[in-house]
Nanobody, 115 residues
């Protein structure tokens, strides 16, 4: 069965950095686009970044362009989200998602940006 397990969240000061990881299993990882979403308190879940199976294409929402980098290690079945220059408005639960006939989600990891 498809499993996605996020890790790497935490509390960081504004301007700081974090790297999130999502370990995937139960499906052919290299042939699936992987996605990072986030959900802030009281708001809807939104797409942050996506990466194609080969890693050849990445896409970002405008608010994180130039600050966040999505990458993947297909040998480890893991996708990463490197976050830099973090702002308080980046505070959210971050989720990994893959679409394989339907959406599969991880349990999420909390990122809090605060001084």
């Amino acid at each position: 069965q498809v499993q996605l397990v996020e890790s790497g969240g935490g509390l960081v000061q504004p301007g700081g950095s974090l790297r999130l990881s999502c370990a995937a299993s139960g499906f052919p990882f290299t042939s699936h686009t992987m996605n990072w979403y986030r959900q802030a308190p009281g708001k809807e879940r939104k797409l942050v970044a996506s990466i194609a199976g080969t890693g050849s294409r990445t896409d970002y929402t405008d608010s994180v362009k130039g600050r966040f980098t999505i990458s993947r290690d297909n040998a480890k079945n893991t996708v990463y989200l490197q976050m830099a220059s973090l702002k308080p408005e980046d505070t959210a639960v971050y989720y990994c998602m893959v679409f394989r006939w339907r959406e599969y989600w991880g349990q999420g990891t909390q990122v809090t940006v605060s001084s």
